[in-house]
Structures are given as structure tokens and as C-alpha cells.
């Protein structure tokens, strides 16, 4: 199966991969202006932010580090528990860092919320976030998001880092996820 074959299981493509380039290369852009000098920490969240972190990090023309955490939030469900768990820590110290938060999506804002409060309480400088897509019909708490690549419908997506039950992390583009697939 290769991953022309696993497009038929999208009801409709979002964003192709150069539009998804394009909207990275933008927030880059931001970022260099309002990093400069500082070489900032990048945590990008496991799984999802793979591919954003991949090419956010090498869009960017400024000195930065990367490090990685995993939560979870999702079983193998499409609903958000609201319970978050730390699955792999920082290997950073993050005292006095101006921290890059780099996420895939935020919906309910879950998420985003418990580690911005997480992250802020290590000492961190600053903590700041990057989101490559954001569901805005679905938050249920404000986080201020100081970077926002896409606002997407209230839809499941997959692709480019998302994931529905571990599968289409590998396709380029993002694309709804047809209700054939997990109904
Ligand atoms: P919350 O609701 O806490 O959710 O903001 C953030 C995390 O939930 C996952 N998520 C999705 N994953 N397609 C996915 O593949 C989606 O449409 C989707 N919506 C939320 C994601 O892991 C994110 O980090
Ligand atoms: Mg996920």
C-alpha cells in the first residue's frame, strides 16, 4: 500500500504539502524576527509534531535547540479525556530557556493549557506556542497561541504528523478523515 492508496480513506484533502510548507515558512519568518539572539528550546510534542517539528526546525535561519515530550490525552478514540498524562519528559533544563511549544493541533485546548502551566512552572523564560492547526469551533479553554498556522473545521483530520489510531502519520498532505474509515 503506498500512500496514494491511503488518500481514498480522506473525505476531502485541507492542505497539500506545499501549502503546509508555505504556512511553516510564513511562522518561521515571525519567529526569527522575535527570536533573535534569544536561540530558543523547541518542545515539540510526541507524536503528532514530528513532522512540523521537522520542518519548522530546519526552516528556521536562527540558532534553536529541539527536545521532546509525550502526553496523552486520546486513547485511540476522537474525543479528547481531558486527563493528561506525561509519558516521556524533557531532557532539558528548562531555567531561563524561551521555550517554543510545537504542537501539531490544539482542539479542545486541553492540551496545550496543562502544559503551557507545566512548562511555565520549570523556570522557563518565556513559553510560547506554535500550532500548526487549530479546531477554534471546539475549544472548551483559552490558550493563547501566539503562533497559528490553519483554522480548521470541527473535523477529525490525519496526515502530516496526525494520526487516527497510529495510522496516516505518513501522508504528506492533511485531509478529513472519511466516517467510513472509523465508523
Ligand atoms: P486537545 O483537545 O487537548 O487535543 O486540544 C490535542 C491533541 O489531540 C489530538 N487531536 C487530534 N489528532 N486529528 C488527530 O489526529 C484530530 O483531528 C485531532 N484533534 C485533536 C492531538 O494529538 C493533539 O495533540
Ligand atoms: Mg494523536
Known sequence: MDTSDIEGDLSSILYTEEQIHQKIAEVARLVERDYAGRDPLLVGVLKG???VMADFARELRIPATM???AVSSYGSGT????VVRILKDLDSDLHGRDVIIVEDII??????SWLLGNLRGRGAASVEIFALLRKPEAATVEVDVKYAGFEIPNEFVVGYGLDYDERYRNLRAIGILA???YS
Open 179 to 181: 466516517p467510513h474509515v
Open 67 to 69: 527536545d521532546w515530550m
Open 79 to 82: 474525543k479528547s479525556s481531558g
Open 49 to 51: 509534531a514530528v513532522m
Open 107 to 112: 482542539d479542545s485546548g486541553l492540551t496545550l
